[in-house]
């Protein structure tokens, strides 16, 4: 049982930061846009995250320095993208790249600093429950805040008018600008949340998960982030799914080891990788024409003057 619930919280505490940046980007894309920027708003979230708690001791603070860098970052892409209708794919991919230099940058102080983690809920008398207590009761607030945030955009989806004009914009942009709805704005909106809960997935990493901040140490999880997206067809009921069992495959490497299981270190790091292309292979086999995603994403958009 001991064994069976150290494997349960590794696989929350990887999942997390996956859920996190999922959910945004799913606003993102359900709004019509394609932000392949996740990658670098997730590692300038945990460079500023981790300066912020460091400088400050708090980890709410961290948090919310990690969830302005992304907030920041999204705004360069939404004046390109969006502003300027540079080609999203284009300025998706520079953004992580110009993510990944910059935190190295704002982050080379950072190196061999070590801060305490984010504290863990306890309840007494629930906590100690055997097995179940840690799991249900005993995790940090990034864990139970990930899950209100699936729950919270489920309900804006589809219990609010507001949701249902944001997947108007997304399904087709025309309508909904001929209707009066600001579609530009709209997106706008979509695309800072989306970059706010890519830098506060980040910054959950030194926060939470290790207490350091080690250039590049998102390690291709924005990526996964967005597999996650079309592997949940675009619902945040799926969503969870999907980041749980991804968060699984991520710690099989260190679990394999330890149970001495004699497959290659290299590949079981490569793993969660395979996993979202084999994923994203057999999505793309069973899909016959009834696919749920936004119709207008990745189109540019530019009102009439």
Same mark, same amino acid.
Do not use: K
């Given at each position: 049982?001991?064994?069976?619930?150290?494997?349960?919280?590794? +696989?929350?505490?990887?999942? !997390? @930061?996956?859920?996190?940046?999922?959910?945004?980007?799913?606003?993102?894309?359900?709004?019509?846009?394609?932000?392949?920027?996740?990658?670098?708003?997730?590692?300038?979230?945990?460079?500023?995250?981790? =300066? =912020?708690?460091?400088?400050?001791?708090?980890?709410?603070?961290?948090?919310?320095?990690?969830?302005?860098?992304?907030?920041?970052?999204?705004?360069?892409?939404?004046?390109?993208?969006?502003?300027?209708?540079?080609?999203?794919?284009?300025?998706?991919?520079?953004?992580?790249?110009?993510?990944?230099?910059?935190?190295?940058?704002?982050?080379?102080?950072?190196?061999?600093?070590?801060?305490?983690?984010?504290?863990?809920? /306890?309840?007494?008398?629930? !906590?100690?429950?055997?097995?179940?207590?840690?799991?249900?009761?005993?995790?940090?607030?990034?864990?139970?805040?990930?899950?209100?945030?699936?729950?919270?955009?489920?309900?804006?989806?589809?219990?609010?008018?507001?949701?249902?004009?944001?997947?108007?914009?997304?399904?087709?942009?025309?309508?909904?600008?001929?209707? =009066?709805?600001?579609?530009?704005?709209?997106?706008?909106?979509?695309?800072?949340?989306?970059?706010?809960?890519?830098?506060?997935?980040?910054? /959950?990493? @030194?926060?939470? /998960?290790?207490?350091?901040?080690?250039?590049?140490?998102?390690?291709?999880?924005?990526?996964?982030?967005?597999?996650?997206?079309?592997?949940?067809?675009?619902?945040?009921?799926?969503?969870?799914?999907?980041?749980?069992?991804?968060?699984?495959?991520?710690?099989?490497?260190?679990?394999?080891?330890?149970?001495?299981?004699?497959?290659?270190?290299?590949?079981?790091?490569?793993?969660?990788?395979?996993?979202?292309?084999?994923?994203?292979?057999?999505?793309? #086999?069973? #899909?016959?024409?009834?696919?749920?995603?936004?119709?207008?994403? =990745? !189109? +540019?958009?530019?009102?009439?003057?």
């Amino acid at each position: 049982m001991g064994l069976l619930e150290a494997i349960i919280l590794s +696989v929350l505490a990887a999942s !997390t @930061p996956l859920l996190i940046a999922a959910t945004g980007e799913l606003i993102t894309e359900r709004a019509g846009v394609l932000n392949l920027g996740v990658e670098g708003m997730m590692i300038m979230g945990a460079a500023c995250g981790f =300066g =912020g708690t460091l400088l400050t001791g708090s980890t709410i603070v961290g948090a919310i320095c990690g969830m302005l860098a992304g907030t920041a970052l999204s705004l360069i892409f939404a004046a390109m993208a969006l502003g300027l209708a540079v080609n999203q794919v284009a300025t998706g991919l520079a953004l992580t790249i110009l993510g990944i230099g910059l935190s190295g940058l704002i982050g080379a102080g950072f190196v061999g600093e070590r801060i305490a983690t984010a504290p863990h809920l /306890y309840i007494p008398g629930l !906590t100690d429950i055997p097995f179940v207590g840690r799991i249900l009761f005993g995790e940090d607030g990034f864990v139970y805040l990930s899950l209100l945030l699936v729950v919270a955009v489920w309900l804006f989806l589809y219990r609010t008018r507001a949701g249902l004009i944001l997947r108007a914009a997304g399904d087709n942009h025309i309508s909904a600008h001929a209707l =009066g709805y600001p579609v530009l704005r709209i997106r706008l909106y979509a695309v800072m949340f989306g970059g706010a809960c890519a830098g506060l997935a980040g910054a /959950y990493l @030194p926060l939470a /998960y290790t207490p350091f901040f080690i250039p590049g140490m998102t390690a291709g999880r924005g990526w996964i982030a967005l597999a996650l997206v079309v592997f949940s067809s675009w619902r945040p009921g799926r969503l969870v799914i999907g980041a749980y069992l991804f968060g699984a495959v991520t710690i099989l490497q260190p679990h394999a080891q330890g149970w001495g299981i004699g497959i290659p270190s290299q590949l079981m790091s490569a793993l969660p990788y395979l996993a979202t292309v084999i994923v994203l292979v057999l999505i793309s #086999r069973a #899909r016959t024409g009834g696919s749920t995603a936004p119709a207008a994403l =990745g !189109t +540019v958009f530019v009102p009439d003057r």
